[in-house]
């Protein structure tokens, strides 16, 4: 498998920006620990991160034929970018959205996400390991062979 990860604004502050919000690893941190589960089960991995939203649609763009797979982390973007989410539907690849924090639990604004629904599934609350149920969730989706159960509340 192919697969994208893409982290969107203010996550480059991971470590420093609200850690009892997003906890305590840096975005570096959180990157290797992605690219090791990745390794472990034989996925090309390809992680970018960027504050700007036309960068996350040129990348998304660019990476497209290379891809199988996405999983991004639009950060404040879930909330408002119709942009993002007619990229992801243009891209037409398996995508799960994922969340550091439950976005479900803060503020109302942040409990709506316009992204949700191009997307397969979305994970959030788990902090950095949103990430990786969020693979689990793709690679059970492209390997009908796959033994993993997904529970109901991680897909729509």
């Not at 989410?85 to 995508?95: H, Q, Y």
């Not at 609350?125 to 793709?138: C, F, M, T, V």
């Amino acid at each position: 498998m192919n697969l994208l990860v893409v982290h969107g604004p203010n996550l480059n502050l991971l470590g420093e920006r609200e850690p009892e919000i997003y906890g305590d690893l840096t975005l570096a941190k959180v990157n290797t620990r992605i690219r090791k589960f990745c390794a472990d089960r034989e996925i090309r991995v390809r992680i970018f991160q960027s504050n700007g939203e036309g960068a996350i649609i040129d990348y998304l763009h660019r990476n497209r034929k290379w891809a199988d797979s996405l999983v991004i982390n639009p950060g404040a973007y879930t909330h408002y970018s119709y942009a993002i989410r007619d990229a992801i539907a243009a891209i037409s690849l398996p995508t799960v959205e994922a969340h550091l924090s439950d976005i479900h639990k803060r503020e109302k604004f942040r409990r709506k996400s316009v992204i949700g629904p191009v997307c397969h599934a979305q994970v959030s609350g788990l902090g950095w390991k949103s990430y990786l149920r969020a693979i689990e969730i793709l690679l059970s989706r492209l390997s009908p062979h796959s033994p993993t159960e997904l529970p109901e509340a991680y897909s729509h």
